[in-house]
């Protein structure tokens, strides 16, 4: 089987939704319909199988100053202290681990 790379955008999208589940927001989800609660639907089988590599990795989200190559200054959010955020790089099949530690002073998502 050949190394497929998936889309950055294939990636945000199940990144966004493990961050959704994993950082328990479910209970914040409203329902449009009063007293009704939006039923949880998890993912189906993958669609890829796992290739027995656990990728992990940590985000250490801070504000701080960030200079951009033009000069321009502003505070700005940091992940592990660097604008823009750490790359990852994962292979198909590979399950992905982060750990959000959260310094700034509201809850906060990632996408």
Do not use: C
Not at 40 to 57: C, D, E, H, Y
């Amino acid at each position: 089987m050949a190394n497929k790379r998936i889309t950055r955008r294939e990636f945000l999208m199940a990144l966004g939704g493990l961050t959704l589940i994993g950082l328990g927001s479910y209970p914040l989800i409203r329902s449009p319909i009063p007293g009704r609660p939006i039923p949880l639907v998890l993912p189906q089988k993958p669609t890829v199988p796992w290739n027995g590599n656990v990728k992990s990795f940590v985000f250490n989200l801070s504000r701080g100053n960030v200079t951009l190559r033009d000069g321009r200054r502003f505070s700005g959010y940091l992940i592990n202290g660097q604008f823009p955020g750490p790359e990852i790089r994962v292979r198909e099949g590979d399950k992905v681990r982060v750990l959000v530690n959260n310094h700034l002073d509201q809850p906060t998502t990632l996408h």
